[in-house]
């Protein structure tokens, strides 16, 4: 007879989730570094009461925000390359709502989360529950059902034992690298505290290890074809180089073959930006060097990159006639993209096999030669544009200048949205890999300061810095309190522009006047004096305002040296951006306006359109 034991659904996933192990560089560790939670009445009572009885195992965070956890919990997994990640859990209603914003920023991002909101109550006897949302025409509907279109697997849990096969199929989603993110688990709130008798063997330790899949042999053998073919190759790493492990194979591919690199947001520290081959960022945010070689390559091995507009210059970049796309990707989706050749396969195991198969090719020694010169002309922009200044609203290039200088390298640089990314990606000399978080897949305003402290619940070991624009710390900054309250140091670099900068100059570039995102510009009686200084410190951070570069400089060295976080405040320049690099991103103009500006904004518009290779 099978051996039993007596649960409740809510104690059988808790016990489940610690038991569930990965090995890393040959240690054995638990593959959920803890459950973040938010209590309330759909999960206090049965989830609550089994964190309790776990917590030794699996350890549970609160936070002060919803959505702000979820992003903590996707940034630490992000930061540990998808080896390990974490667990949310909310009440019903809006708590579980909160979550949803990170859970399509996790579906974008291709990585896990585990996303466990209260529910309604199965029986449905005490309907409407407090914060139940009711459809007139289905009974079986939740608020919870939002999830289904952002979660790669998704399940109400209506029955105790229906927990079984529904982690069983939740784990494999986490663990597999083509099919990896969010899952959500609905957990009726009665259901939790509803006892089963469950197979002990449910709760036995069980490993789980990165899959590893290789290459169809046809395939490699097209692009293996193709790749020996070529005149002037190019290599676009994504962020899948990374999760892969792949930097190392990458640098020795691109050394051996003379093929240059350029990497996309998710991407970038996939080789450190001293390697002589990396061209470092390619796209609408990219470098010229990247980009001169995008617009001319007669073949784009694409690793591990999804390939998004901002990567492609909105398929304008990639400019010449005839070339042949190779998608290395583990996700046949990605593979696949825009006519390529897929490779389906794991980025490490996908690079080493073409590298047996081509042998002692190499690419052409004008392309390579070609290569490093235009990296040493750009390292010359770039310089110029991060130079020091004693302007009184220096650029976010110069606030970038100022960070590099004062912190390094060896940092983890994160951020996420506004004009910082733009700016980082073309600007940034990142270091080891993963030593550059961007969350640019969904581009979330909110994400910086709750992704820095889950970053460094990942990598408590290395000195994470945030760098976030105004309208993303007042969008959400309550975990400045979570990061004091756990002892875990960030410094946050806040670079305050009075609005919506980024978007101020997309609406000028577009032809429209500025309208609605500056504070000056928007309907207002009186223009907010934010004291960001008092308001950090009132979450219990260190802070402090630079009224300079040189001053910006000397408050990150001391901030290094502080045991908690620390915010510095700069006042930034909204209307200057790095002229230098990047690419044409396609925004649509009306066709129909009053405005003069407008319609010359339209000609443009309708002249780039042209270069957008249709079909690609």
């Known amino acids: ?180 993110g969010p899952v959500t688990l609905a957990l009726c709130q009665d259901v939790q505290a509803e006892a089963f008798d469950y197979p002990e063997s449910f709760f036995a330790e069980r490993l789980w290890m990165p899959r590893r899949p290789r290459s169809d042999r046809d395939e490699l053998k097209a692009a293996t074809d193709a790749l020996k073919s070529a005149k002037k190759p190019l290599i676009v790493a994504g962020g899948g180089v990374l999760y892969s492990g792949a ?39 990219g470098t010229a060097a990247a980009n001169r070689l995008a617009a001319e390559a007669d073949l784009i091995l694409a690793v591990g990159t999804r390939l998004q507009d901002f990567t492609t210059g909105s398929w304008a970049l990639f400019g010449a006639a005839r070339k042949t796309i190779i998608g290395l990707n583990v996700q046949p989706f990605d593979a696949g993209k825009h006519r390529a050749l897929p490779l389906v396969a794991d980025a490490r195991e996908g690079l080493a096999e073409l590298a047996e198969a081509i042998g002692d090719w190499k690419a052409p020694a004008g392309w390579t030669a070609g290569a490093r010169a235009g990296k040493a002309a750009w390292r010359a922009e770039a310089d110029a544009a991060t130079a020091p200044t004693n302007a009184s609203l220096p650029s976010d290039a110069q606030v970038i200048g100022a960070v590099q200088r004062a912190l390094g390298s060896d940092i983890i640089l994160l951020h996420a949205a506004g004009g910082l990314p733009g700016e980082l990606h073309k600007l940034w000399r990142a270091g080891p890999p993963g030593s550059y978080h961007a969350e640019y897949g969904y581009s979330c305003m909110g994400y910086e300061i709750a992704g820095g402290l889950g970053a460094k619940m990942a990598r408590p070991d290395r000195e994470v810095v945030v760098m976030v624009g105004d309208g993303s710390y007042l969008m959400l900054n309550s975990e400045i309190a979570t990061s004091v309250m756990l002892g875990l140091k960030l410094t946050i670099v806040l670079l305050d522009n009075r609005g919506f900068g980024c978007i101020n100059r997309l609406q000028n570039a577009t032809g429209g006047q500025s309208f609605n995102n500056l504070l000056k510009d928007t309907r207002h009686e009186t223009l907010p004096e934010i004291d960001f200084v008092a308001h950090a410190a009132s979450l219990g951070a260190t802070a402090a305002k630079a009224a300079s570069i040189a001053e910006l400089e000397t408050a990150l060295a001391q901030a290094r040296a502080n045991s908690r976080t620390t915010v510095v405040v700069i006042d930034t320049d909204p209307l200057t951006s790095t002229g230098a690099g990047g690419a044409w991103w396609d925004v649509a103009v009306p066709e129909v306006s009053e405005r003069d500006e407008v319609r010359a904004a339209r000609v443009d518009y309708d002249a780039r359109r042209k270069r957008q290779r249709l079909g690609e």
Request: proline residues 6%; charged residues 20%.
């Open 1 to 180: 007879m099978t051996a039993t034991i007596r649960l409740t659904m809510a104690q059988a996933l808790t016990r489940f989730l610690s038991r569930q192990m990965t090995e890393i560089d040959g240690k054995r560790l638990p593959i959920f570094g803890g459950v973040w939670a938010i209590f309330g009445h759909g999960n206090v009572a049965g989830l609550g009461e089994a964190l309790w009885h776990e917590r030794e195992r699996l350890p549970t965070f609160r936070a002060h925000n919803e959505q702000a956890m979820a992003h903590a919990a996707i940034a630490y997994a992000k930061a540990q390359m998808r080896r390990r990640f974490m667990a949310a859990t909310t009440s019903i209603g809006p708590g579980a709502t909160n979550l949803v914003t990170a859970a399509a920023l996790a579906h974008v991002n291709r990585l896990p989360v585990l996303l466990l909101p209260g529910d309604v109550f199965a029986s449905r006897i005490p309907d409407p529950v407090l914060q139940q949302v009711e459809d007139f025409g289905d009974g079986t509907v939740s608020a919870n059902d939002c999830f289904r279109p952002v979660s790669r697997y998704f399940d109400r849990i209506t029955r105790p034992e229906q927990i079984i096969p529904a982690l069983a199929r939740a784990m494999q989603v986490l663990t597999d690298p083509a099919e990896c």
């Open 247 to 285: 930097s190392a194979a990458l640098a020795r591919f691109s050394a051996e073959t003379g093929i240059p690199v350029c990497e996309t947001q998710g991407g970038k520290s996939a080789l450190p930006d001293d390697d002589a081959l990396n061209m470092a960022a390619v796209g609408v945010t």
